[in-house]
């Protein structure tokens, strides 16, 4: 792109100057990164504009991914690899006598997402644009991502992420597609002269939205999609009528601010505001687009693809039935036939706290039209389902229950594929949770399991495993993942595990100074790097993790001189602020890690290090040192997991129960490459339904378990006593919802186990190797060609229940 590193300087200084009046020596590392950025911005400022006007010209089918989250992480780096430019760009910085990966940390880490789901949203852009195919994401530019977290003396402290302090080089705002949202107010309905039904509205309260624009480049291709997050603002012609900040603020609000839940529900106003202001927004400009194509409706879902990701988006059912039907003045039926071939939807979680269900009275006064076409939808819903499948059914699957909107039932109603996440999700959707609906649309329902993008997590975080894999296969596996089986190839060869230890090695030993640095701690690169990371949940059961942790240090008490493989254990997690157990649970580790990391008669023998404010940027730091993925969630309750990617990609072993994609990752590298323990989910099913489990027979009975479980009430943890009695209480008084005592035993064997396998380093290479050759099916941009190909399709068909007539309504 720049024709010469001469050429790269000049235009770098040049932009500066233009930019700050002073040369670039005197700018601070900010300005540094500002101007680096916005050098590779204006770099595909061409292809952006190219693409858009080739999809317009040709008419393509263009997918729409709503999503109220997005965890994108640090962008310039990735844009210029992905660009090709990247080593073109680290030669220049040098030239510039400027400290490349210094200015690659002054970036802010855009956070507008909790975790996996906002990560997922972001790898699926990622290979849409590297596969060439036009998609968009959807969603919301919160001016206050997910908060930093602090510890102070042990428990978690959240500070708000102000991540737009500094300019965001990679957004463009565009005012010139903004929209108006309407909430409140009064609707009636009048009959105009073209005798068309038309919706009068009064005492609405007006919202602009302000799309802004953030370019998704893909992978060596010229292709640049976009990613576009709605901000909310005053209506200019309206400004006269809000008078102080405090009106103003409300307005604004609405965009200010994600929501900090995980697989959590919170039935707050404002968060329904949010995914109303996104959605309408979101449809309203995809009607636009549409109508650019100038094509008669009905080739509508031809054109567009609208994905709903997880049930926060599922308003865009009721929105895009009123836009066709209120301001296009279509029939109800012409308009439901391409609202639900236009839609589709992903569920995400099993969890019952996590259904997302708004009170009938808060949807019908924020959303009155809304509401009398959600009414409307589940009235015929009703009256087509009661004689062919009779009142129970019929009222299990409505979408208005005991004066509440489901909105699950809302998205699968009015889409036509319902998918789940990997495996063992989709089939306890289709025979458990979803099992009223599978009996209605079993042809509604599909897996797609998750995947994430090797470029960011392979190529990116993990250079030196990238060289030593292109220096082995060659450079194919890049653009065509499947050829990463061919590292299999070398399980022998000696050479080739020595130099994958050396690699392993050598980012431990980075990872260690980064502790050091951080943390004032010194840990050894040779112990076991043991890496749990993720969100903070009972379900996914870290506290598990501590008692083993526990455990270990009795032994080591009980003999300091015993012979054990050195370990360090590595945490990340946030809890949502309003989960007290979670943050209790932070709290226990962290004295945990202070007993432990202090105590002589430990040593280098464990240490445990629980790394503050968890995100993309740290991810990346960590898994390319990880030797052990914990993956021990209960069976049944994790949905997919994409960590268990990462990690596996990046040549970890997976300690795993049988649950969410870890069962094929079993699959794929084999029973002997993988350390499984635990109750299977149909365990747990019949455990929870024999009532059968006593925990505290458990916690009578086991002498192991009763040793370490009192160890955290009997104040062998300092300064964690309340926390350690809440643990406690809840795995013994409470009968231990997530079966962490049952799974106990099998958990410490499986760990002996992973200190068995690392003590032959040979074997624990070769394994390693077999799994970074065994990930690729996890490669996302799998997961996206089976989405394109069996959801987004050309001719997306409605699934009528069975024994419906079909519509044949002439558009
Ligand atoms: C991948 C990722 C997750 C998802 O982790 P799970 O272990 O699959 O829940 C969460 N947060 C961040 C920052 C991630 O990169």
């Known amino acids: 792109m720049f024709t010469s590193t001469d050429k790269f300087v000049q235009a770098y200084k040049k932009l500066f100057q233009n930019r700050y009046a002073f040369t670039y020596e005197q700018g601070t590392t900010e300005q540094q990164y500002i101007v680096l950025a916005t050098l590779i911005k204006n770099q595909l400022a061409e292809n952006w504009q190219a693409t858009r006007e080739q999809y317009l010209n040709e008419k393509v089918k263009q997918v729409y991914y709503f999503s109220m989250e997005f965890l994108p992480g640090r962008q310039m780096k990735s844009n210029a ?15 510039l006598g400027l400290n490349f990966d210094e200015l690659v940390e002054a970036e802010a880490d855009p956070a507008l997402g909790n975790g996996g789901l906002g990560r997922l949203a972001s790898c699926f852009m990622d290979s849409l644009a590297s596969l060439g195919i036009p998609g968009n994401g959807n969603g919301i530019r ?15 402290v959240e500070l708000p992420e102000y991540w737009l302090r ?7 705002r565009n005012d010139q597609s903004s929209y108006i949202v309407r909430f409140g107010g009064h609707v009636w309905m009048e009959i105009d002269h073209q005798d068309h039904w038309i919706p009068k509205y009064e005492g609405t309260q007006n919202v602009l939205a302000v799309p802004y624009d953030t370019p998704m480049v893909g992978y060596r291709t010229n292709k640049v999609n976009n990613l576009r997050l709605w901000s909310a603002e005053i209506p200019v012609e309206e400004e006269e009528n809000y008078h102080t900040v405090q009106e103003t603020d409300q307005i604004k609000g609405i965009t200010q601010v994600l929501y900090p839940d995980d697989s959590n529900y919170e039935g707050r106003l404002l968060r329904l505001k949010q995914e109303y202001f996104m959605v309408s927004a979101g449809v309203q400009s995809i009607v636009r687009q549409f109508q650019k194509y100038n094509l008669p409706r009905k080739f509508f879902p031809e054109k567009i693809a609208i994905h709903i990701n997880d049930t926060h988006p599922a308003l865009v059912v009721a929105e895009l039935m009123r836009i066709l039907v209120d301001e296009e003045h279509l029939s109800w039926e012409q308009a439901w036939e391409i609202t639900c071939k236009t839609c589709s939807y992903t569920n995400h979680t099993v969890l019952r706290e996590a259904l997302e269900k708004w009170p009938i009275d808060m949807m019908q006064s924020l959303l009155p039209r809304i509401y009398m076409i959600i009414e409307e939808i589940n009235r015929r819903f009703v009256e087509e389902t009661l004689p062919l499948y009779g009142e129970k059914l019929t009222w299990q699957t409505a979408i208005l229950q005991d004066g509440m909107v489901n909105m699950a039932h809302l998205a699968i109603i009015g889409s036509h594929s319902v998918n789940g996440v990997a495996q063992l999700h989709t089939e306890i959707l289709m025979n458990d949770v979803l099992r009223d609906f599978f009996t209605l649309y079993p042809g509604k329902f599909n897996n797609k399991t998750n995947g994430i993008t090797q470029r960011r997590w392979m190529h990116l975080a993990n ?38 230890a050396e690699v392993k090695l050598q980012n431990k030993t980075d990872l260690a100074d980064y502790i050091e640095q951080q943390h004032g701690l010194k840990v050894n690169p040779q112990s076991i790097f043991d890496v749990q990371i993720k969100r903070l ?9 501590a008692l083993h942790i526990l455990d270990r240090y009795l032994r080591i008490k009980d003999d300091p001189a015993i012979d054990i493989q050195p370990r360090v254990f590595l945490f990340g997690a946030k809890a949502a602020p309003s989960y007290t157990y979670a943050k209790q649970i932070i709290k226990l580790i962290n004295a945990i890690a202070d007993l432990v990391n202090n105590d002589p008669d430990v040593g280098d023998k464990m240490k445990v290090v629980f790394f503050e404010n968890y ?5 990346e730091k960590i898994i390319p040192a990880a030797d052990v993925s914990e993956q021990i969630s209960l069976a ?38 993988i350390v499984v323990f635990g109750l299977s989910s149909t365990e747990v099913d019949q455990l929870n339904q024999s009532h059968a489990y006593h925990s505290k027979s458990l916690y009578e009975s086991n002498e192991r378990l009763n040793r370490v479980l009192n160890a955290l009430i009997d104040g062998t943890i300092p300064n964690a006593q309340q926390e350690g009695e809440a643990v406690f209480d809840s795995l013994v008084h409470y009968n231990d919802e997530y079966f962490v005592l049952e799974d106990f035993d099998d958990y410490i064997a499986a760990q002996d186990k992973i200190d068995q396998l690392y003590a032959d380093k040979k074997v624990w290479n070769r394994k390693s190797l077999l799994n970074i050759a065994a990930s690729a099916p996890f490669s996302a941009d799998y997961t996206i060609k089976r989405y394109t190909e069996e959801i987004w399709k050309a001719k997306p068909q409605c699934t009528d229940k069975e024994g419906v007539q079909p519509l044949n309504e002439p558009i």
């Open 142 to 156: 919160y001016q206050y991502g997910l908060f930093r977290q602090k510890f102070v003396d042990g428990h978690q």
């Open 463 to 500: 250079p030196r495993l990238t060289q030593l894999i292109d220096s082995k296969i060659g450079e194919e596996w890049k653009q065509n993942p499947a050829e990463l089986k061919l590292l299999k190839t070398f399980e022998q060869d000696d050479d080739t595990l020595e130099k994958l």
């Open 166 to 172: 500094n300019q965001n080089v990679w957004e463009t």
């Open 615 to 619: 995100g993309v940027s740290l991810a």
């Open 81 to 95: 690899y992905n660009m090709g430019i990247l080593s073109e760009i680290e030669k220049g910085v040098a030239e």
């Open 636 to 673: 049944g309750k994790e949905a997919s997991g994409t960590s268990n990617m990462k990690l596996m990609a990046n040549g970890a072993m997976t300690l795993a129960t049988l649950d969410g994609a870890n069962i094929e990752i079993k699959e794929y590298v084999g029973e002997d490459n």
């Open 537 to 545: 949940h009972a379900y996914k059961r870290q506290h598990l993790n």
